[in-house]
């Protein structure tokens, strides 16, 4: 079992920058693969990006390319999003999520491929 804490959400004024951070515990963190997703109100839950075990790789969905940043801290067991250039449209709950992935260089993207989640952190972005 693993168990994930967001913290580091909050509101914002367009173009401002927030850094999520997601803390791990229960399981050896460095064998799971982690994602971010976000869900706005009215919308399903999608994918933000991702980064692999060994954090070597990070994929991140078109909408946030360049804005956004993944990174991990292994030996902190945590997982962050740096988030600048922040827009209204970004406004969501944040939610970090695991997969015990066997590939040190996996990425995964979609939902059911990830095994825990956290309970999420609400970002909101004003206009």
């Known amino acids: 079992q693993v168990q994930l804490v967001e913290s580091g959400g909050g509101l914002v004024q367009a173009g401002g920058e927030l850094r999520l951070s997601c803390a791990a515990s229960?399981?050896?963190?460095?064998?799971?693969?982690m994602g971010w997703f976000r869900q706005a109100p009215g919308k399903e839950r999608e994918f933000v990006g991702a980064i692999s075990r060994s954090g070597t790789s990070a994929f991140y969905v078109d909408s946030v390319k360049g804005r956004f940043t993944i990174s991990r801290d292994n030996a902190k067991n945590t997982v962050y999003l740096q988030m600048n250039s922040l827009k209204p449209e970004d406004t969501a709950v944040y939610f970090c999520?695991?997969?015990?992935?066997?590939?040190?260089?996996?990425?995964?993207?979609?939902?059911?491929?990830?095994?825990?989640w956290g309970q999420g952190t609400q970002v909101t972005v004003s206009s």
């Open positions: 229960g399981r050896t963190f460095s064998n799971y693969a």
């Open positions: 999520a695991a997969n015990r992935a066997l590939n040190t260089g996996s990425i995964y993207s979609r939902s059911y491929e990830y095994d825990y």
